[in-house]
Nanobody
Framework: QVQLVESGGGLVQAGGSLNLSCSAD????????MGWFRQAPGKERVLVAS???????????YYTDSVKGRFTISRDNAKNTVYLQMDNLNPEDTATYYC???????????????WGQGTQVTVSS
């Protein structure tokens, strides 16, 4: 079982930046994917970005269309930590952001084995 601890988030004005981090503790697979989902009130939880690790090396990344060019996901495999740098934020990015962990190279809601506690990101106009 992998435990995830998130940090970051908060309130920022439109056009601003925030950085989220998520540390993973526990036994992990040689092939895994970590990512960030977000959920706005009344909406479903959707994948924002993910990054794969294959036998110690960082692999593919994925971004949903609405964040491409603004968000950057990265991971420090030595620290078992994944980061989400969010730039040029807009009010539509307001949501609770959840770190997620899964084995394999894909990360959909059904693939997630562990969730973080969630951190609120609020972007004011």
């Amino acid at each position: 079982q992998v435990q995830l601890v998130e940090s970051g988030g908060g309130l920022v004005q439109a056009g601003g930046s925030l950085n989220l981090s998520c540390s993973a503790d526990g036994r992990k697979s040689r092939i895994d994917t970590m990512g960030w989902f977000r959920q706005a009130p009344g909406k479903e939880r959707v994948l924002v970005a993910s990054i794969t690790r294959i036998q110690g090396n960082t692999g593919n990344t994925y971004y949903t269309d609405s964040v491409k060019g603004r968000f950057t996901i990265s991971r420090d495999n030595a620290k078992n930590t994944v980061y989400l740098q969010m730039d040029n934020l807009n009010p539509e990015d307001t949501a609770t952001y959840y770190c997620a962990y899964g084995t394999g190279v894909r990360l959909s809601v059904k693939d997630v084995l562990s969730w973080g506690q969630g951190t609120q990101v609020t972007v004011s106009s």
